[in-house]
């Protein structure tokens, strides 16, 4: 839903920037030069506040990527250099990873103030985009002890594994019990007091149909899913 504009804010342009407004305007087929200057405003202001992170990222990859190269060639190939090289690149690639999230927020959302679309609607796929983005560096973080313990020694009853695999569907988001055909309440229970699934508010669409709470995997549930049914041998 559009706020209501009430405020008049008037400014002076030259001729220059009047024109470049206009272009952009015509350019993006904006109904309205306010409606233009109001677009413009919203990307510049997004820009601006994510520059930073932007600019941080970047060196911090270009760190990481040096000293994961220097690591790798000055191993002796041990086994104590060789985890810490992998995890060095490890650290890499998830930095990769939030360069490439935030990148794409921002050209995503760039292109859709160039269009007629709400600014709410805008932002809520954002959002979704970096729940997205958060499941896949999630799958990269080093595997902690507990979770290497439960991939190693933890299998899984059929009921529960379909159960599972059914959560896998939810696509990054939490999704109401209705949604998932094979998985009942009692089964998934069991799954969130084993870590697998986890509980949430479901997104704008369910909740306009009164279906307040989602259900999704968890970090050690995506783990799972991609190990199998059974600890490997």
């Given at each position: 839903m559009v706020k209501p504009r009430e405020n008049r804010v008037p400014i002076m342009l030259s001729d220059a920037e009047l024109l470049?407004?206009?272009?952009?305007?015509?350019?993006n087929r904006v109904a309205t030069r306010s409606e233009a200057i109001r677009r413009l405003v919203q990307i510049g202001t997004l820009l601006d506040a994510n520059n930073q992170d932007l600019k941080e990222t970047f060196l911090?990859?270009?760190?990481?990527?040096?000293?994961?190269?220097?690591?790798?060639?000055?191993?002796?190939?041990?086994?104590?250099?060789?985890?810490?090289?992998?995890?060095?690149?490890?650290?890499?690639?998830?930095?990769?990873?939030?360069?490439?999230?935030?990148?794409?927020?921002?050209?995503?959302?760039?292109?859709?103030?160039q269009s007629d679309r709400n600014f709410e609607d805008t932002l809520n796929e954002v959002a979704e985009t970096q729940d997205e983005f958060e499941?896949?560096?999630?799958?990269?973080?080093?595997?902690?002890?507990?979770?290497?313990s439960f991939l190693d020694e933890v299998s899984l009853d059929?009921?529960?594994?379909?159960?599972?695999?059914?959560?896998?569907?939810?696509?990054?988001?939490?999704?109401?019990?209705?949604?998932?055909?094979?998985?009942?309440?009692?089964v998934l229970k069991r799954l969130i007091?084993?870590?697998l699934a986890e509980e949430g508010p479901s997104s704008s669409a369910f909740q306009g149909r009164g279906l307040m709470v989602g259900y999704r995997q968890t970090r050690l549930g995506m783990l799972v899913e991609e190990r199998g049914r059974y600890p490997k041998k």
């Open positions: 470049q407004i206009d272009d952009w305007r015509f350019k911090n990859n270009l760190k990481l990527c040096g000293a994961a190269f220097d690591k790798i060639s000055k191993s002796d190939g041990s086994m104590q250099q060789n985890e810490d090289a992998v995890a060095l690149l490890a650290e890499t690639i998830l930095s990769l990873v939030e360069m490439g999230a935030l990148i794409k927020r921002l050209t995503h959302v760039t292109s859709d103030f499941k896949r560096r999630s799958r990269l973080k080093p595997l902690t002890s507990e979770e290497k059929a009921h529960e594994w379909r159960g599972l695999v059914e959560l896998g569907k939810a696509l990054f988001e939490f999704e109401p019990l209705a949604k998932r055909v094979n998985l009942g309440e009692t007091a084993l870590g």
